[in-house]
DNA sequence: CAGCATCCTAGCTGATACTG
DNA sequence: CAGTATCAGCTAGGATGCTG
């Protein structure tokens, strides 16, 4: 699952948590509090509910989201951040901030012009 | 090259221009000065030529990356850090001091123990 | 030295259908 | 509702050899 066996900064294993198309994007879900699978599916626009719970299954296993089953009739689960998972999306914030200033230009070279 | 058209948020964006695998490290790499090709491929370890080219293409075409020519036998060719470049690595740089925190944890989940 | 051409493959990703 | 199972495609990435 992850790539890397040995990393060569810090940056390059946070990377290899959080990095790919989706694990940011549910991470960044998940600050307002837990959310339900439905209501991530939802939110996380275009994801499958396959991908979905892949996604979800490594960020578990990297100990950065927890998950909470009710038993309930009919089920319900609850997906929320550790507090490593807190930590994580703080770490985040700097990069969010940097695409956030510089969205237009990257969508503009995504469009080639 | 880019993933997306469109963003949900900043945090997508910056993923999505310095993501995958090899794009962090090479930045990373370009942070004390210009670096020549053939002293990328040494520094970042375990990339192919075929790669690290594409890699740096990518960089350079978001505006990241510098390439300068010099006209000479033998070729000689620098890569170096844009502006823009410079503040994404300084973004970064939270996230790799997260990395380099929780290092020991993140191996220990490859390994499985 | 820098880097292109070619071929190849692993695994991420998506679509669809089904289950407790 | 919250998943699992199965099948299939794409593309990032890797190996190798050649060139200005």
Not at 62 to 89: A, F, M, N
């Amino acid at each position: 699952m992850l790539k890397r066996r040995t990393y060569t900064c810090g940056l390059d294993a946070a990377l290899d948590v959080m990095g790919g198309k989706w694990k940011a994007l549910i991470l960044w879900e998940l600050i307002d509090g837990p959310q339900r699978f439905g209501q991530l599916r939802r939110q996380v626009a275009g994801i499958s509910e396959r991908v979905l719970i892949l996604q979800l299954r490594e960020l578990e296993a990297c100990g950065l989201v927890h998950r909470e089953l009710y038993h309930q009739v009919p089920p319900k689960v609850e997906y929320s951040l550790t507090d490593l998972g807190q930590s994580l999306i703080k770490a985040m914030i700097p990069l969010g901030e940097w695409g956030e200033q510089h969205m237009e230009l990257i969508e503009s070279l995504d469009r080639g012009d």
